[in-house]
């Protein structure tokens, strides 16, 4: 069924005084493509019918479901008695994945995530809950619960967009440099490049808020070219002969877009910075999206000599499958693993599994959070390469951050 079609429908339904309350449940299998990549079209649309079935079966009569895109499915559920009811329904869907589905003999392993917005509560406005919907959706794939439903509150934007807008144009957010060491020499071994707003008037925002809203609304672009910039025109300060590295994080939304390899080499060149010094982090989840997408850009970069960091590792679904072909440089250990491994020795566990797991793969493994002393002592124990956090240093601006390294005038 089309998007326009499923509006249509959807607005058919709110007009209708006998549905009552009305949940939009929005379902997304997480692993389509990488299943794709490895059996085929033919297997993956196999997948996507039997997950249909499955969602089918376990909605009520009344309930309608859809199917929207190869991997994602809308149930529309009217008369419900309590919004709890929704939840409920939404949970029941997650918890079926959990089994996999089998397909051609296949046993494909596909979680989903769902997110739910209501009616009346979220507006009554089809466009509107169906991205409602999807915003629950983003925070369900954060949650544990892999469930969520729009909670009024995130959408409202704590900025608004002309500010961001004009601070991009007028240059006003500040790149500043975390360092990064190295934890067999004990030395700094290079900086991750992090984004700060201060607003007049408002005070700091928050990077998560305004790289979220540079995202939802189109500026990320902007954001991106800003960030390779900033970030080069001060790596560029900086004499080559204390060998120190930049990361720069590269967001989701444009990592995909075919023309931010010539933006990256353009920056470089503008800036006079080898691309060797340079490397980009890019989530894992924002890999697996799209792995074939991934695959063949991760080359590209590596050709131009770029380093590739897979950030977040852990905190999303990854394929081990996956990871042993991703030609990345480097590995960086969640922090929430690396929260509570000093407490928790399943954590560390984990982490020491992460840390092997990098080097067969040939990866330089990163730490990041590491908030105290012991924490860094266990990870230099359990070999981990390098480690960043507010123990090891907290962001400067980048400006003090060369000052001490400038190139002799
Ligand atoms: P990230 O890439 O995972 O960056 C690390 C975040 O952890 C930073 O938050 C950093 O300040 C924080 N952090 C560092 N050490 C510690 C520690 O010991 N404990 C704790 N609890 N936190 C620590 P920040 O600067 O708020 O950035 C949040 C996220 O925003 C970043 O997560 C990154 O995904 C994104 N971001 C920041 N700057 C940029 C940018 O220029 N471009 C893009 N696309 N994303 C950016
Ligand atoms: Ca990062
Ligand atoms: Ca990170």
């Known amino acids: 069924m089309s998007r326009g079609a499923l509006s249509a429908r959807l607005r058919e339904l709110i007009e209708r005084e006998e549905v009552g309350l009305l949940a939009v449940m929005l379902v997304r299998l997480q692993r389509l493509q990488e299943f794709r990549l490895v059996h085929g079209y033919a297997a993956s649309d196999a997948v996507g019918q039997a997950a249909l079935e499955r969602i089918a079966g376990l909605l009520r009569p009344v309930d309608e479901l859809m199917q929207v895109a190869e991997n994602e499915f809308i149930a529309l559920l009217p008369n419900l008695r309590d919004p709890h009811h929704a939840t409920l329904a939404g949970s029941r869907v997650v918890r079926a994945f959990e089994e996999p ?4 003999g296949h046993s494909v392993l596909a979680p989903v995530a769902v997110g739910i917005s209501l009616t009346p509560g979220h507006g009554d406005d089809a466009d509107a809950l169906l991205r409602r919907a999807e915003l629950a959706l983003r925070d369900a794939k954060k949650s544990s619960l892999r469930c969520a439903v729009f909670a009024p509150g995130t959408e409202r934007l704590a900025v608004p967009y002309e500010w961001l807008h004009e601070a991009l144009r007028t240059n006003q957010l500040e790149a500043h440099f975390e360092p990064i060491l190295d934890l067999r020499t004990g030395r700094i071994a290079g900086y991750e490049s992090l984004a700060r707003w201060d607003e007049p008037g408002i005070g ?6 305004f790289i979220r809203l540079a995202e939802d609304t ?7 070219r800003w960030s390779l910039n900033a970030t080069l025109r001060h790596a560029a300060q900086a004499d080559p002969a204390h060998g120190m590295e930049f990361s720069i994080n590269i967001s989701p939304r444009v990592f995909g877009q075919r023309d931010i390899v010539s933006q990256v080499t353009g920056a470089l060149s503008v800036w006079n910075v080898s691309p060797d010094v340079v490397t980009l982090e890019v989530t894992e989840s924002a ?14 970069l590596r050709e131009v000599g770029l380093g590739i960091a897979i950030d977040d590792f852990g905190a999303g679904y990854s394929s081990l499958a996956y990871l042993k072909q991703f030609p990345a440089t480097q590995l960086k250990i969640d922090r929430s ?9 399943r954590s560390a566990r984990v982490v020491r599994a992460i840390i092997d797991l990098g080097h067969q793969l040939d990866l330089n493994v ?13 990870l230099r124990a359990l070999g981990c390469d390098r480690a960043q956090g507010y123990h090891v240093g907290r962001s400067q601006p980048a400006e003090q951050v060369v000052e001490p390294l400038r190139l002799p005038d």
């Open 204 to 209: 700091p925002v928050r990077p998560d808020v």
């Open 337 to 345: 693993f690396i929260y509570d491994m000093r407490q928790d020795t």
């Open 287 to 300: 890999l697996m999206e799209d792995p074939a997408t991934s695959l063949a850009l991760l080359h590209r």
């Open 101 to 104: 589905l089998v397909v051609a």
């Open 366 to 378: 990163v730490a990041e959070g590491v908030e105290d002393m012991e924490t860094l002592d266990l």
């Open 218 to 224: 189109g500026l990320i672009a902007e954001l991106t």
